[in-house]
């Protein structure tokens, strides 16, 4: 059944999934950018790892070789070294034709001669510090001895230091193991020429190298570990970064689509709101002009839907206009777009429909009468067996309407003149609509400067007790447009609800008449028991401001508040009752009285009234008119009566214009008139005219 049908719009979830993936996108983008970063560091770590094991490694190289460098240089500027014999130090075979080798000191020690390589080697051998296993070798090309024969990068070394170069440096791996090897050359100095003097060596020449070799795998392991190190550390800043991202555009794409939807999505229905609505529409017609293709526009306006706001409430009128955007949803698809305008207002586009008018026109003309027959069925709220039926306006773009605002303009009144047909049905835009349709847009626009130009003014209808003296009156707006010259309020009261202006308007009125009531209590022009009658609407009623805005204005004229009067209707009592109580407690301590305004059109029942701070019930003119000729609306007159008495209550009748309407209403008790019998509504000058002559009679009625 259709009440069960609840999807989203199709172009509402477009907008998510679209966002969405926009979202997954701009988030795979960063991703890629964070995969990035983190690879070139993590390269760039790793080099300076890398560079840095190899740069501690030289540095100790450097170290071990300058020092043996000075060994060797001391070593052999003295000739050579005595070492204790008794430590165990086999001799140095290589100088056993030398005299001397082997000496005995005064003191009985037994020292052996050896040269710098024979000592360096010794050095190494017995150095308990030596946690790097650093050795050192001397290499020559023509060597005494055959362990300073060069091996093969020893060699490559002497072919660079002919070459210029000062030193070499190469790791090698032998059994598995790495070693980091250094050398720098050796020169031919003329003390060495005594051993060598059969190579030819020339004083300067590229003798061989002194080389040391440091074991690489201690410093390749320490430089593991910290690659290690920074491989994880980097990959959980990839996961953490990763995380991240994704949270942020999670949040940032709800916040995006909630944005969106909040200025371009209706709350309740999720359907497009005005805003979208009119940039829809504006596409829509450069589409149909580009291709020749008719577009239309239904404006739909629920009837009566009000009824069931105040009779049932908001939360119900809000389910209720929920299923309804489903059921359209149903059965409009992806034909059109269905757009809330707001309130029980909603608006169909059906872009492109075909490029003969007539056509186009029955295409949606059919839309419209399968909205009518798919409203038919009831909905179910609450337990509520609710029935909806639509007025519908049609517009045909470009053809009937080039701009959004008069598409939009002319479907309003077409589904106005629905609305007078009758209501529950469609109404295809009439050339001759346009009239009324600029009409309306004409009086929204003038509504907006009339208050600024003081074009308002304030007209006061008397009531009058059964004597028919004056006791009070109602104060009624009256516009007078400067080319227009007076527009009825029937004319421009609904349009200003309907834009919100009333809230404007309606302070006006307030602030207007209290400055008079002012005026006449400081004069003495008005009798004690005189109450004037403003009356409010419900969006003034329940701004947040409504209140504080009344006690100004009574405080700022000091005025008796007991002789001011509000005048609200039944719609406005039952749109938020519990408030509706409380705002008139608050103005009732005061002094304010309150009168319900047409009285018996609505949906009031006895509780509210024995709830509600009232004064007095104004029955509405329409049981007044045939009241002498119709027994049940006689009937419902003295009804109401009756109860007001029982409830303590004024009565007071509005719409009496007959002699017999009078009698009937006076035979039936009640107290109070107001109608064209007794008076129209009067200009300022009048009224206080009949004030006055009010006064004389009651002076003359007293003398007498």
Same mark, same amino acid.
């Given at each position: 059944?259709?009440?069960?049908?609840?999807?989203?719009?199709?172009?509402?979830?477009?907008?998510?999934?679209?966002?969405?993936?926009?979202?997954?996108?701009?988030?795979?983008?960063?991703?890629?950018?964070?995969?990035?970063?983190?690879?070139?560091?993590?390269?760039?770590?790793?080099?300076?790892?890398?560079?840095?094991?190899?740069?501690?490694?030289?540095?100790?190289?450097?170290?071990?070789?300058?020092?043996?460098?000075?060994?060797?240089?001391?070593?052999?500027?003295?000739?050579?070294?005595?070492?204790?014999?008794?430590?165990?130090?086999?001799?140095?075979?290589?100088?056993?034709?030398?005299?001397?080798?082997?000496?005995?000191?005064?003191?009985?020690?037994?020292?052996?001669?050896?040269?710098?390589?024979?000592?360096?080697?010794?050095?190494?051998?017995?150095?308990?510090?030596?946690?790097?296993?650093?050795?050192?070798?001397?290499?020559?090309?023509?060597?005494?001895?055959?362990?300073?024969?060069?091996?093969?990068?020893?060699?490559?070394?002497?072919?660079?230091?002919?070459?210029?170069?000062?030193?070499?440096?190469?790791?090698?791996?032998?059994?598995?193991?790495?070693?980091?090897?250094?050398?720098?050359?050796?020169?031919?100095?003329?003390?060495?020429?005594?051993?060598?003097?059969?190579?030819?060596?020339?004083?300067?020449?590229?003798?061989?190298?002194?080389?040391?070799?440091?074991?690489?795998?201690?410093?390749?392991?320490?430089?593991?570990?910290?690659?290690?190190?920074?491989?994880?550390?980097?990959?959980?800043?990839?996961?953490?970064?990763?995380?991240?991202?994704?949270?942020?555009?999670?949040?940032?794409?709800?916040?995006?689509?909630?944005?969106?939807?909040?200025?371009?999505?209706?709350?309740?229905?999720?359907?497009?709101?005005?805003?979208?609505?009119?940039?829809?529409?504006?596409?829509?017609?450069? *589409? +149909? !002009?580009?291709?020749?293709?008719?577009? $239309?526009?239904?404006?739909?306006? @629920?009837?009566?839907? &009000?009824?069931? %706001?105040?009779?049932?409430?908001?939360?119900?009128?809000?389910?209720?206009?929920?299923?309804?955007?489903?059921?359209?949803?149903?059965?409009?698809?992806?034909?059109?777009?269905?757009?809330?305008?707001?309130?029980?207002?909603?608006?169909?586009?059906?872009?492109?429909?075909?490029?003969?008018?007539?056509?186009?026109?029955?295409?949606?003309?059919?839309?419209?009468?399968?909205?009518?027959?798919?409203?038919?069925?009831?909905?179910?709220?609450?337990?509520?067996?609710?029935?909806?039926?639509?007025?519908?306006?049609?517009?045909?773009?470009?053809?009937?309407? *080039? +701009? !959004?605002?008069?598409?939009?303009?002319? $479907?309003?009144?077409?589904?106005? @003149?629905?609305?007078? &047909?009758?209501? %529950?049905?469609?109404?295809?835009?009439?050339?001759?609509?346009?009239?009324?349709?600029?009409?309306?847009?004409?009086?929204?626009?003038?509504?907006?400067?009339?208050?600024?130009?003081?074009?308002?003014?304030?007209?006061?209808?008397?009531?009058?007790?059964?004597?028919?003296?004056?006791?009070?009156?109602?104060?009624?707006?009256?516009?007078?447009?400067?080319?227009?010259?007076?527009?009825?309020?029937?004319?421009?009261?609904?349009?200003?609800?309907?834009?919100?202006?009333?809230?404007?308007?309606?302070?006006?009125?307030?602030?207007?008449?209290?400055?008079?009531?002012?005026?006449?209590?400081?004069?003495?022009?008005?009798?004690?028991?005189?109450? @004037?009658?403003?009356?409010?609407?419900?969006?003034?009623?329940?701004?947040?401001?409504?209140?504080?805005?009344?006690?100004?204005?009574?405080?700022?004229?000091?005025?008796?508040?007991?002789?001011?009067?509000?005048?609200?209707?039944?719609?406005?009592?039952?749109?938020?009752?519990?408030?509706?109580?409380?705002?008139?407690?608050?103005?009732?301590?005061?002094?304010?009285?309150?009168?319900?305004?047409?009285?018996?059109?609505?949906?009031?029942?006895?509780?509210?009234?024995?709830?509600?701070?009232?004064?007095?019930?104004?029955?509405?003119?329409?049981?007044?008119?045939?009241?002498?000729?119709?027994?049940?609306?006689?009937?419902?007159?003295?009804?109401?009566?009756?109860?007001?008495?029982? @409830?303590?209550?004024?009565?007071?009748?509005?719409?009496?214009?007959?002699?017999?309407?009078?009698?009937?209403?006076?035979?039936?008790?009640?107290?109070?008139?107001?109608?064209?019998?007794?008076?129209?509504?009067?200009?300022?000058?009048?009224?206080?005219?009949?004030?006055?002559?009010?006064?004389?009679?009651?002076?003359?009625?007293?003398?007498?």
């Amino acid at each position: 059944m259709f009440m069960t049908i609840k999807p989203p719009p199709f172009y509402y979830t477009e907008l998510i999934d679209n966002k969405a993936s926009m979202t997954k996108m701009t988030s795979l983008i960063a991703i890629v950018i964070l995969a990035l970063l983190i690879t070139v560091s993590l390269t760039w770590n790793l080099f300076l790892v890398s560079d840095k094991t190899y740069s501690q490694v030289y540095s100790l190289a450097d170290a071990a070789l300058q020092k043996d460098m000075s060994y060797r240089k001391f070593v052999s500027s003295v000739g050579g070294v005595y070492i204790n014999k008794e430590r165990g130090i086999p001799p140095n075979m290589h100088l056993s034709h030398l005299k001397n080798k082997e000496i005995t000191t005064p003191n009985g020690e037994h020292l052996s001669l050896v040269n710098s390589t024979y000592f360096m080697r010794l050095v190494y051998n017995n150095d308990e510090e030596n946690q790097h296993s650093i050795q050192s070798h001397v290499s020559g090309k023509y060597p005494l001895n055959k362990k300073n024969t060069a091996n093969e990068w020893e060699k490559k070394a002497f072919q660079q230091f002919q070459a210029g170069k000062k030193e070499y440096s190469v790791i090698q791996t032998s059994n598995g193991k790495s070693h980091f090897q250094l050398i720098r050359p050796r020169f031919a100095e003329s003390k060495c020429l005594g051993c060598h003097n059969n190579h030819d060596y020339k004083i300067g020449d590229v003798m061989g190298g002194v080389s040391v070799s440091i074991d690489y795998d201690r410093f390749q392991q320490q430089a593991t570990i910290h690659s290690t190190v920074l491989i994880f550390g980097h990959i959980l800043f990839a996961v953490l970064g990763l995380l991240a991202i994704r949270i942020y555009f999670n949040n940032l794409s709800q916040k995006e689509i909630s944005l969106k939807l909040s200025s371009n999505y209706d709350s309740l229905t999720k359907l497009p709101n005005r805003e979208q609505f009119t940039s829809l529409l504006d596409k829509s017609i450069a *589409e +149909s !002009k580009q291709s020749g293709k008719h577009g $239309a526009v239904i404006l739909i306006d @629920l009837d009566r839907f &009000k009824n069931i %706001n105040d009779s049932l409430g908001h939360l119900v009128g809000d389910e209720l206009i929920k299923q309804l955007a489903a059921r359209m949803y149903k059965t409009i698809g992806r034909d059109g777009i269905i757009a809330r305008l707001g309130g029980d207002e909603f608006v169909i586009l059906l872009p492109e429909l075909n490029k003969d008018f007539d056509i186009a026109t029955t295409t949606a003309e059919s839309y419209s009468r399968r909205l009518k027959t798919n409203m038919m069925e009831a909905f179910t709220v609450e337990n509520n067996q609710l029935f909806v039926t639509l007025s519908m306006g049609i517009v045909l773009f470009p053809e009937q309407g *080039e +701009s !959004k605002s008069d598409i939009l303009k002319y $479907a309003d009144s077409a589904m106005y @003149l629905a609305k007078n &047909k009758g209501r %529950n049905t469609y109404q295809l835009f009439l050339p001759e609509l346009k009239t009324q349709a600029n009409k309306r847009h004409d009086i929204e626009v003038d509504l907006h400067r009339a208050i600024t130009n003081q074009e308002f003014e304030l007209y006061y209808q008397p009531q009058v007790d059964l004597n028919g003296q004056i006791v009070g009156a109602e104060a009624l707006i009256r516009w007078f447009h400067p080319n227009q010259g007076l527009i009825s309020p029937a004319d421009f009261i609904p349009i200003a609800e309907e834009t919100g202006q009333i809230v404007k308007i309606g302070h006006w009125v307030l602030e207007t008449a209290i400055k008079q009531l002012k005026i006449w209590q400081s004069s003495k022009a008005c009798a004690k028991n005189f109450t @004037l009658s403003v009356n409010v609407s419900s969006q003034q009623f329940y701004r947040s401001n409504f209140i504080k805005t009344i006690i100004e204005l009574i405080e700022k004229e000091q005025i008796d508040a007991h002789q001011l009067k509000l005048e609200i209707t039944e719609g406005t009592v039952v749109e938020d009752f519990q408030a509706t109580v409380k705002i008139m407690n608050v103005l009732k301590n005061y002094g304010i009285h309150f009168s319900l305004d047409d009285f018996g059109t609505g949906y009031s029942s006895l509780t509210y009234l024995q709830k509600l701070p009232l004064d007095q019930l104004k029955i509405d003119q329409s049981f007044v008119k045939h009241i002498n000729k119709n027994k049940s609306n006689a009937a419902i007159v003295q009804t109401i009566v009756s109860m007001s008495k029982a @409830l303590d209550l004024e009565v007071i009748v509005e719409g009496v214009e007959e002699f017999a309407q009078l009698c009937e209403l006076r035979a039936m008790g009640c107290q109070l008139i107001q109608g064209y019998m007794f008076y129209h509504p009067l200009t300022l000058e009048q009224f206080c005219d009949e004030l006055k002559y009010n006064q004389f009679k009651a002076n003359i009625t007293k003398t007498y």
